[in-house]
């Protein structure tokens, strides 16, 4: 498919803009690819971005920081905002149109929605256990997205593999008529990976946040000796690690996200979340246990 190079790209604020545009571009059949964000973008957007043009003719992006998706003491306010750097960036891919909406345009019943998309259990356990209702927020948003946009691919990035995992099963579970492609990490060259929170890491904290990419590569160097020998090493890396606050390192099996041990052979997902600073940061690698 083509990307819309030497197209100016359409900044859209309303619903009815979206649905406009994606009716016309339906009427010329055209494919659309639906790039949920928050925004801030790095080159791991860029790479979902990218990613979406080889899906389809016309590509919308969204920016939303979704407040849904923040707890009561999370960092919605000091979530990181950079528009008019995001506009150029996607800009500068060529894609179709950016859809902007404010809260209120999203959630006019004061930025909450009384109908919640559940992520049910799988949804209370690791990244879901720190944040409760966290992904009942990010499900809840994703389908409203999906239902604007109705793209007939959506790209999403694999760092958030809970994420991933649960938006394609609520797909297949509401039968909802769409693919979901994912997008291997983005790492910076000594492997942190990249995201729209490592903006607000302080000097020193940079290096420190290294740890949970170490932590996943050591857990991968002891693959051959089973999950238990997995968790181990990549534990030890984190405890060596003082600037790092662990919050949960698991290993599950990708393929249903239930939690492996030392029976398990076959490929499993390391998920490492910890604080560093004041900021907290998700990783996660998969391997094969032979
Ligand atoms: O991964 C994110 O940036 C968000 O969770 C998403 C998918 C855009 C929903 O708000």
Do not use: C
């Amino acid at each position: 498919m083509q990307p819309q190079a030497g197209q100016s790209i359409r900044t859209l604020t309303t619903i009815e803009a979206v649905r406009e545009l994606v009716a016309s571009a339906r009427a010329e059949g055209k494919r659309i690819a639906l790039v949920p964000t928050m925004g801030a973008l790095h080159a791991g957007h860029v790479e979902l971005v990218r990613t979406a043009t080889e899906h389809a003719d016309l590509v919308i992006a969204s920016i939303f920081v979704n407040p849904m998706q923040f707890g009561p003491h999370e960092d919605l306010d000091r979530y990181p905002r950079t528009p008019d750097a995001d506009i150029d960036a996607l800009a500068a891919l060529g894609i179709g149109a950016v859809f902007m909406p404010t809260v209120g345009e999203m959630f006019p019943d004061g930025g909450r929605s009384a109908t919640i998309v559940s992520a049910g259990h799988l949804g209370t356990v690791l990244e879901g256990r720190s944040r409760p209702g966290h992904y009942d927020g990010v499900l809840t948003v994703v389908t409203k997205l999906f239902s604007i946009v109705q793209p007939d691919v959506a790209v999403f990035g694999e760092k958030d593999g809970q994420q991933l995992f649960l938006v394609r099963r609520m797909v297949r579970d509401l039968n909802l008529p769409l693919a979901i492609v994912g997008v291997p990490t983005v790492r910076e060259p000594d492997g942190l990976a990249l995201s729209s929170r490592n903006r607000m890491l302080q000097t020193g904290e940079r290096r420190d946040a290294l740890a949970l990419w170490r932590a996943l590569e050591a857990a991968g160097a002891n693959a051959d000796r089973g999950v238990e020998a997995m968790l181990a090493a990549a534990q030890g890396v984190l405890q060596d690690d003082t600037g790092v606050q662990l919050d949960y390192l698991a290993i599950v099996d990708p393929r249903t996200f239930a939690f492996a041990n030392d029976a398990h052979h076959g490929p499993v997902q390391v998920l490492v979340a910890a604080r560093v600073g004041g900021v907290r940061l998700i990783d996660n690698a998969i391997y094969s246990v032979p």
